[in-house]
């Protein structure tokens, strides 16, 4: 049985505003290890913050611009994740898939690309909380998230499939 969250989800918001993007094709998902940032030597999507003025949707496309040097193409978004975090401030993250992309992916200063296997993806090296909501990504099933970490460590989450977007 799930043991009652801490936090009260109904109020609570995220100080920062956040976006990660997954492109998936020919089975396989484009990953990238973050060489600096919140999550450096983790594998994770590309994404970031969202700046002033801009929605979820252009700040998702611009990071995955600026790490891997792709454009990719109609981005679906398919969650949102909540974190509070014990050594940062909380963060709202919009997710989204994409299916295509223009360019080749390129390491940058942030990141390097991996290409992974669907059924090897290297949850081994990512955030805990990926494991719990990723699969519903590949399976293009809508979902939001809510997590509350100490350090890196997931001290409790809940993931639901009843959105809408």
């Known amino acids: 049985m799930q ?3 801490p936090i009260d989800w109904t109020t609570w918001t995220g100080e920062m505003h956040a976006t990660i ?3 998936v094709r020919d089975g396989q998902i484009l990953l990238i290890e973050k060489k600096r940032g919140l999550g450096a030597g983790k594998i994770n999507g590309p994404g970031g913050k969202i700046d002033p003025g801009e929605t979820p949707l252009q700040a998702a496309i ?3 611009q600026e790490e891997l040097l792709i454009t990719p193409h109609a981005p679906l978004k398919l969650g949102e994740l909540h974190f509070s975090m014990s050594d940062c401030p909380d963060i709202h993250c919009y997710v989204y898939r994409a299916e295509d992309f223009s ?3 390129t390491e940058t200063e942030e990141a390097v690309p991996i290409w992974a296997e669907i059924d090897a993806i290297p949850y081994h090296r990512m955030w ?3 494991r719990h ?3 519903l990504l590949l399976n293009e099933q809508p979902f939001r998230g809510r997590f509350i970490f100490e350090g ?6 809940e993931v639901s499939t009843d959105v809408m977007w």
């Open 133 to 135: 909501w990723l699969p």
């Open 152 to 157: 890196e460590h997931l001290q409790w989450s």
């Open 3 to 5: 043991v009652p969250s």
């Open 103 to 105: 360019g080749t992916p």
């Open 128 to 130: 805990e909380d990926d």
């Open 62 to 64: 611009r990071e995955t």
């Open 21 to 23: 993007l997954f492109v």
